[in-house]
């Protein structure tokens, strides 16, 4: 025959307990064993912004480079210099590229 500690081994140290109360005998509880901690913390990696991956890249001198909007669709009406110019990568500013940084951390 089984006994009651085996039959709720599953159960986990803190339902061991109750469920021994619950059937009128007493168990002896022990103490669940404590985990081992490593002595060194580990940095919490950050994530990179999904968006923002997506459309801005990195250069090699901290520059950012996106495409400009509006040459997608509905431009019929603009003149080809002004769609060309659309064509073109521009930078980011210095005060989108600190906002940027913190959203790429890792370029």
Known sequence: MLSLRSLFAAAGPSRLPLLATLRGTTVPVTAAPSRAFSASPVAQLLKTHSGTKKRFRATAG????RAQAGKQHLNTGFSASRI???????????????HLRRLMPYT
Do not use: E
Request: hydrophobic letters at 35%; glycine letters at 6%; aromatic letters at 10%.
């Open 62 to 65: 901290g520059l950012f480079k």
């Open 84 to 98: 060309n110019r659309l064509s073109r990568t521009v930078y980011a500013t210095k005060a989108q590229a600190k």
